[in-house]
């Protein structure tokens, strides 16, 4: 049978077309570098059929790739106390905004600055997404704690400085995680002159992986972004309570549920941006649902979205997992009003970072500073089990192959912070 050359060049275009896509497939991290993975997983999921055996009169079955979480790394920052560095007059103030991924790295740059200027810092307020409202501070956070807790580095004030209330306080842009030799060049002879100042950070990357050497400002960094913030109380009673309920209903896989930051209007915005790039790296409700299952969770595991309201883009999920949840299903009844509602988008945001810190899995469906700090978070509490998700084309594939980067190869900031 005679081929003529349009048929080789057409199976010439095909096979380097399957070339291509193996590579693409290959590169469906988030991450962007390749790595190998160590041959020994920490994954526990073939301890299934074992389980499975000695079930009979168990009341709880464990089923997928659940894994115990380790324990709780000790934090290995020093606080050089107060009295160490000359004190100045000057206030530093800042705003929190967007939501508390934001917050906490928006922290640590404040008190990085406050600390090496020997400024006040005071307490920051929290932008609302309406433009020009404010919320307090201790309307999401403990400030009680947060005071306590960097006092010994930092002085902190409650009030803001009275230019504040005049607009004429100085503004500086700080670039995210900045260095001693920027606030030296850029801040400090502003701050010498005009006394107060107000901080504005922004982020030139959004990643968190950890620099080679580590310097002597990270200690205020890590506390900060570690040891500082905390829910206020009644924020934190509606969490317990709804990782609570989450736990109830996944008493089937000993009551252990996953967290995925699925925000449809997220999604709609970034991905074909991203996809435009020629990378695969969000994904989709079904997406996700295809991903867990393949990967052996069961189909009675709860799964809990950051997603605010139902929306029919997720029923796709539900299909595959009946137990899947969005905030509506599962906040106790009396504090919707007050936490669900259209005003309210500082509280959900709020409500979803700590529960994505809290759940015994955390798969993000895309990339991006949300997905970082909850990273942060949960290796500061041993929740290393963090899913990356991919297409799954062989099944076999262990669950190991889809921890994220940033715990298997040990290169997120928060592994200069704790030991
Ligand atoms: C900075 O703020 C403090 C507190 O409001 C105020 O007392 C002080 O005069 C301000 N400094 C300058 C240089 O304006
Ligand atoms: C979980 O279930 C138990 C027993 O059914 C119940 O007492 C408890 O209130 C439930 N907790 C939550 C947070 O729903």
Known sequence: MAMDARQVIAAILTLSMFAMLGNMIKKDHFDTFQMKFPATSHVQYDTIKIAEKNIIDLPTIRRGPWKNDSEALKPCWNK????????????????????????????????????????TLVL?????????????????????????????????????????????????????????????????PVFRTKGNLSLSTYFPSLDMRRAEETKYLDSFACLAMFGTLQLQPELQEVVDSMVGRLRNLSRKSNGQFVAVDLRFKVLERECWRREAKGKKNCYNAEEIGVFLKKIGFDRDTAIYLTQSKW?????????????????????????????????????????????????????????????????????????????????????????????????????????????
Do not use: W
């Open 80 to 119: 050089p106390a107060l009295e160490e560095r000359e004190q100045s007059t000057g206030f530093i103030t800042f705003s929190f905004s967007y939501g508390p991924e934001y917050h906490v790295s928006q922290l640590a740059d404040a008190v990085v600055v406050a600390r090496y200027l020997g400024a």
């Open 311 to 419: 929306h029919h883009s997720l029923d796709a999920l539900r299909e595959i997992f009946p137990k899947t949840f969005t905030k509506e299903g599962i906040m106790p009844a009396e504090k919707k009003a007050k936490f669900l509602s259209s005003e309210s988008s500082e509280f959900e945001k709020a409500i979803d970072f700590y529960i994505c810190s809290e759940s015994d899995v955390f798969v993000p469906s895309i990339s991006g500073l949300f997905y970082a700090n909850v990273v942060g978070k949960r290796i500061a509490s041993g929740k290393s089990q963090i899913l990356v998700p991919a297409q799954v084309t062989v099944s076999s594939t262990p669950v190991s192959s889809y921890i994220s980067r940033y715990i298997s190869k040990r290169n997120h900031f928060a592994y200069s912070c704790f030991c």
């Open 124 to 188: 920051p307020d929290i932008s609302k997404s309406e433009r020009g409202q404010k919320r307090k501070f201790e309307e999401i956070y403990d400030a009680k704690k947060c005071v306590k807790n960097l006092g010994s580095v930092v002085r902190v004030a409650l009030d803001q400085p009275s230019e504040a209330s005049t607009g004429k306080l100085t503004v500086v842009r700080v670039p995210n995680r900045v260095s001693e030799e920027y606030i030296a060049a850029k801040i400090e």
